[in-house]
Every structure is written in structure tokens, then in C-alpha cells.
């Protein structure tokens, strides 16, 4: 089965750019999307609809996404496709040939995946894009998939808002996955690379806006609130969540993440989550138990937890679970084990802080 990529911009520039790389054949997709002898891909330009509307075979609307788009840099020159192995893979792979911002987008992904090389089932309704961004400064590089899980329930809110229906709660379940009514409705997906000095980054987004299966999906959730609520489209999500994403990123950038951590809050799961703390004695079988509680995110970007005598941990994540699908999310004490030592805190001093490996559920 040949690979369609169909490409276009917003903008006269980024549809020159479009009609570059497909006069010059020069996106690629991995191997194993290639059939037997056929080529990889096969390119076209989505302005070829205009004239031969027939030819186009996805369920994505170009236009209704470019018309709701207001970015200057992101989510302007688009990949599209019906049907692909992963977006993400193909950002990845032809991210030297793309501009920063561009972003890939299709109806089916038959490889999906999470964090952990985690499953991720994608049938037709749900929202799967990936998209390329440039970054400096290696430090602040593990902070991005916070404020990208950020701009997606702040773009729901305001799609919400916007079509006058009931608010969807969207949450933030630490590091990177988004809950619904206590069902896993999303997730976040960074890797980068180091080139040249810079960091490219390919972010990839799941989002259940259509399909009610596996799990949930934001319309079914918005109908039980409101039965005649009018339905999001894959479209306008996407386009509000990079209108979104490009406002919080420059404030990312230009003052930090501490600016965005109070919004961050009011959409994440774990503020006065109780995590039981398991440390045990070298060479023993014995292991000291301590309750202790997340306050919020450490300068690093993981979880920080004191203890009730003022004992300072930083709880990383240990994988998701290997399951197939989407895992509930509650709210419960978890045993974890110490794994480590490290010496700075929230506030940079210098007493104590234990590194702790941990998995919330």
C-alpha cells in the first residue's frame, strides 16, 4: 500500500515550500510503511483538490483547520494523510527538512505509541498529530511536555467556551497523560534529538475526540452534559490547541515555566496526593515506610513530595504500565522505593532531598 502525503500552508510561502518538497521528492517515510515494490510515498500538494476534489480520501478538513488557525509560526504548514504507521515518525524522520512549527496529521495510525514504546490504539475519530519545535537551552527540554499538556486542556476550555456548551474537565495526569472522568482520554509524546547545537523536538499528540472506544472521548462526554451540545471537530482542536500552545510557549521561553505553574495546577491530578515512600536497609529485607505528599513539580520537572517532618523527595517517573489501552486514574497511596540520593530542592538549599522512582496509578 503506497503512503499518501498530502501537503499544504497557510500562508503563499509555506505552499511554495510544499510545491519544493514534492518537486524534489525529498519527505521520506520509515521502511516498513513501504509495500512490496511500491514507492514509500507518494506526495501531492492538497491545492490538487481543488481541481480533482475525488482524488482526496481523508476525513480531515484542510481549510476548516486553516481558517481556524491564528499562529505565525505554528501548526502553519501541514502533513496530511488517511492513513499512516505514526505521525510522529514521520515528523521525526524529515525533521531536517521541515520548518519548525510543521505538523503532521492523520485519520488511522496503525503504530501508534506513548512513552515507555506503550501502545496506542488509534482508530478513526481520534485526534493524532505530531508537530517539530527547535530548542536551545537542553535544561528547560524535559519542561516542554508540561506546557504542551497544558495548551491541550486550556484549547478544550476555550472550545468549550467558545461553542457556548458545558466546560470539559480535562485533566493532567504527571508527566504526560490527559483524564477524563477518571479514563485516560489523551497523551503526550516527546523525543528529541541534538544537532547543530539545538534540540529538535517532535511532540506527539493523542486525543479521543470521536471515538468513544477504548476508553472514552470528549463528544460523548460532552453529550451526557449537554444532549444538544454541538460536537468538537478534529479540526478546530487541533487549531486551538496550537493558537493555545504558541501563546504559553513564548511565555515559556521568555520568563520560565514558574509563570505557568499556577495554571498548571488547576489541571493536574496531584496536589495533596498521599505517596507511601519505601526505603529499604542495604543488604536487608527490612524497608522503612513514610507517608509523604506531593506539593507540586521541582525545578527539574518531577514530582516534589515532604514528608510530615519536612523531608524533601523528588518522586521520578518508572514507565507506564504495559497494558494494552488506557489504565484509570486513582487517587491512592502508592508504595515506592528509594533509589537514590540527590542534593538541592524546590528552593535550591542545601539539606537533603531523596530521589524516589515511583508509578502513580
Known sequence: MVTELWLCGKSIAENELAQSLKTNNCLKVPDNEASGNSPACSVRLHSETLTTPLCWNSEFQVQDYMNALSTSRFGRFLICSPRL?????????????????????????????????????????????????????????PLLQYVVSLAVTEAIRDLCQQNGTAQLDVKIKWPNDLYLDGLKVGG????????????????????????????????????KLTPVARELQREDVMAAFFNKFEYLYGIFIQQGFRSLEDLYYKSWLHSGQNVIVQERIDNQDEATEELV?????????????????????????????????????????EKVRVSGRIGSDLSGQEHETRLISCKLQ
Open 85 to 141: 504507521a505514526s505521525t510522529h515518525d514521520v515528523i521525526s524522520l524529515n525533521f531536517g527538512e521541515l520548518p519548525v512549527g510543521a505538523a503532521c496529521v492523520a485519520d488511522v495510525q496503525t503504530k501508534g505509541r506513548g512513552r515507555s514504546k506503550n501502545v496506542w490504539e488509534s482508530p478513526k475519530g481520534c485526534l493524532m498529530f505530531s508537530f517539530t519545535i527547535q530548542m536551545e537551552d537542553g535544561r528547560v527540554v
Open 188 to 223: 503526550i509524546l516527546c523525543t528529541s534529538t541534538y544537532k547543530s547545537k539545538k534540540f529538535n523536538v517532535s511532540v506527539g499528540i493523542g486525543l479521543n475526540v470521536g471515538n468513544e472506544k477504548p476508553t472514552i472521548c470528549l463528544n460523548a462526554a460532552l453529550l
Open 293 to 333: 505528599t506531593i506539593q507540586g513539580l521541582s525545578p527539574s520537572g518531577y514530582l516534589l513530595a515532604v514528608s510530615e517532618d519536612g523531608q524533601t523527595y523528588e518522586l521520578h517517573p518508572d514507565g507506564n504500565s504495559p497494558r494494552r489501552g488506557m489504565i484509570p486514574f486513582s487517587l491512592k497511596q
